[in-house]
């Protein structure tokens, strides 16, 4: 199936799961080789990482930036895209392989669109464009015979868990969470934490947004939503657990009882990798986890009073149709809100829930839709905000 050396293309790469996966594919050079990377506005990063890597393309989202990455690249072999819709068109490129997909949020689904219709394997980073349109996109994933991998650790772990259990079928997962900086904060001090704090993850090396979500416990909201659609279960199969030390990464419960756990020290290093190299396991230098090191590894159930994101997600999806998009497009309006220090860290929830009640249901939405959905409901969450 694949060349001598796997053509990747990163959406994305100037971003914390874009510039990991330079790290794997500068590590394994003789593997893997850059074919496309597109950024959305970090230009200065993104014309370094076209001069390391010389890539066949590279795309720049927002058009303003493009006049000073194609001056900086002139007389490089390397062509040089600006716009959202060089995004879809460049994905489509024939000796691409791979499209690892780790743009932040929505803008992820069109291009994840794109390079599925043209029959490329998707390294999924962008979680948000399954829980947006998870059964459209597994749908045409199946229709046109090409592969989601998952980056996201507790997918990854999932899916490592699976391999060589072909035929048996999934009783439960059970979806690991670190419970973010706030787990064992009350109610009342929730009220009060400053972005700062929530920007501070205990364990995980991550982007901005994701951060916040995570603190919020909305990312693990999201991620069951993510697990639903990638393998195939009913919610009620999910079982989400808290587990401080981020150690094991997710676990599978099979119909004989028995538990399937995949562990390492946290590295979005190790999944970027094995989605890449999949079905092959291939050397890291990553750090070995050492078990005396940790020799408590515990585990508690989620607090979803406590953290209402995580109970509009269940409700979200427990809905169905365009809601989870509406949730989606909400929580990114939200986020961007408390992160611009307009709305207390309990507020982002106040907005989600009411853009959810306020956005128009459609129960079989198609692309269109969710497009008009997602429009929709930003709007909605703004007004919210300025009211
Ligand atoms: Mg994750």
Redo the contacts with the bound molecule.
């Keep these: 199936m694949y060349k001598e050396k796997r053509q990747i293309a990163i959406l994305g790469s100037t971003g914390s799961i874009g510039v990991q996966a330079l790290d794997v594919i500068r590590e394994h050079a003789d593997l893997f080789e850059v074919y496309a990377l597109t950024a959305n506005n970090n230009v200065e990063l993104l014309i370094q990482q076209a001069k390391a890597f010389l890539p066949e393309m590279v795309v720049i989202a927002n058009e303003s930036k493009y006049k000073q990455l194609k001056e900086a690249l002139l007389g490089l072999p390397i062509k040089v895209w600006a716009g959202e819709n060089a995004l879809s068109q460049v994905v489509e490129s024939e000796p691409i392989d791979i499209v690892l997909t780790a743009m932040v949020g929505y803008s992820g689904l069109k291009p994840t669109i794109s390079a599925i219709k043209a029959g490329k394997i998707i390294a999924l980073a962008n979680?948000e464009t399954l829980v947006v349109a998870g059964e459209l996109i597994t749908q045409l994933a199946c229709e046109n015979k090409t592969a989601i991998l998952p980056v996201?650790?507790?997918?990854s772990a999932i899916f490592q868990c699976l391999a060589g259990e072909a035929g048996n079928s999934i009783e439960k997962i059970i979806l690991t969470a670190s419970g973010g900086p706030f787990r064992t904060f009350s109610p009342e001090q929730l009220v009060h934490v400053t972005k700062q704090e929530a920007l501070k993850h205990p364990n995980w090396r991550m982007g901005a947004k994701i951060t916040i979500d995570s603190a919020s416990m909305m990312?693990k909201g999201f991620?069951m939503i993510e697990a639903k659609w990638l393998f195939g279960v009913k919610t009620e199969q999910i079982q989400i657990v808290v587990h401080p030390q981020s150690i094991i990464h997710s676990m599978v419960q099979f119909e004989d009882s028995s538990i399937k756990a995949q562990m390492g020290l946290p590295d979005m290093r190790l999944p970027i990798q094995y989605a890449l190299s999949y079905p092959n396991r291939i050397f890291s230098s990553f750090e070995r986890l050492d078990f005396t090191k940790f020799p408590v590894l515990s585990f508690e159930e989620p607090d979803m009073k406590k953290f209402r994101n995580l109970r509009l997600a269940y409700q979200a999806v427990e809905k169905g149709g365009n809601m989870p998009c509406i949730l989606n497009a909400a929580n990114e309006i939200a986020v961007e809100a408390f992160l611009a220090d307009k709305i207390g860290f309990l507020t982002m929830s106040d907005v989600i829930e009411k853009a959810m009640e306020q956005t128009s249901f459609i129960a079989s939405p198609d692309l269109n839709d969710y497009i008009q959905t997602d429009a929709e409901a930003r709007i909605i969450s703004k007004n919210i905000i300025l009211n």
């Design positions: 979680k996201d650790s507790e997918h990312n991620e």
